[in-house]
T-cell receptor
Framework: NAGVMQNPRHLVRRRGQEARLRCSPMKGHSHVYWYRQLPEEGLKFMVYLQKENIIDESGMPKERFSAEFPKEGPSILRIQQVVRGDSAAYFC????????????FGQGTRLTVV | GESVGLHLPTLSVQEGDNSIINCAYSNSASDYFIWYKQESGKGPQFIIDIRSNMDKRQGQRVTVLLNKTVKHLSLQIAATQPGDSAVYFCAEIFSGSARQLTFGSGTQLTVLP
């Protein structure tokens, strides 16, 4: 059973471009969480999704950021018109049930905006 | 060796010694706590968890202690090994939220040979 798969592992974007980060949860997991980590800081919650639904997006900036988890395919975190401050590691976690427990993390996508 | 979490973000211990990593959590209503280990360039890895109705839980070489009175959590690692070198984060879950994890700032553990 493969773990949580995130791709790409590293992503470089110029200011103003779009970044798309993908997360494939573990088999049988229908709950996905996205977190952002700045260097030498803890992870900060962004958004919680269940299949085809956004459950909680209270941690996500109102502008430029969006997330989806379609019925088929991976969850996508999309950042439009990236700025230097978006440079960070973005982690996805999946769990079989809601509740945040039993959450397994992917290896993350490291976004660098130049 | 022992850290004070937010005040001592780094902890160095000799191989074979015991390590104690501390964490002050923020929400007195949190009902579930987890310790994660994060190695450089990798995602957080689950170590051990504890529910708020417990004050101690033991795993293999690790023990978590919870003091709800002072909102304090600690992770004890017995016989620390070089492979234990990593950043350790505590995380809390509050049942009133959508139950996302709220992470602490982390402690860098370095095991000296």
């Amino acid at each position: 059973n493969a773990g949580v798969m995130q791709n790409p592992r590293h992503l470089v974007r110029r200011r103003g471009q779009e970044a798309r980060l993908r997360c494939s949860p573990m088999k049988g997991h229908s709950h996905v969480y996205w977190y952002r980590q700045l260097p030498e800081e803890g992870l900060k919650f962004m958004v919680y999704l269940q299949k085809e639904n956004i459950i909680d997006e209270s941690g996500m900036p109102k502008e430029r950021f969006s997330a989806e988890f379609p019925k088929e395919g991976p969850s996508i975190l999309r950042i439009q018109q990236v700025v230097r401050g978006d440079s960070a590691a973005y982690f996805c976690a999946s769990s079989p049930r809601g509740g945040g427990t039993e959450a397994f993390f992917g290896q993350g996508t490291r976004l660098t905006v130049v | 060796g022992e850290s004070v979490g937010l005040h001592l973000p780094t902890l160095s211990v000799q191989e074979g010694d015991n390590s104690i990593i501390n964490c002050a959590y923020s929400n007195s209503a949190s009902d579930y706590f987890i310790w994660y280990k994060q190695e450089s360039g990798k995602g957080p890895q689950f170590i051990i968890d504890i529910r708020s109705n417990m004050d101690k839980r033991q795993g293999q070489r690790v023990t978590v202690l919870l003091n709800k009175t002072v909102k304090h959590l600690s992770l004890q690692i017995a016989a620390t090994q070089p492979g234990d070198s990593a950043v350790y984060f505590c995380a809390e879950i509050f049942s009133g939220s959508a139950r996302q994890l709220t992470f602490g700032s982390g402690t860098q553990l370095t095991v000296l040979p």
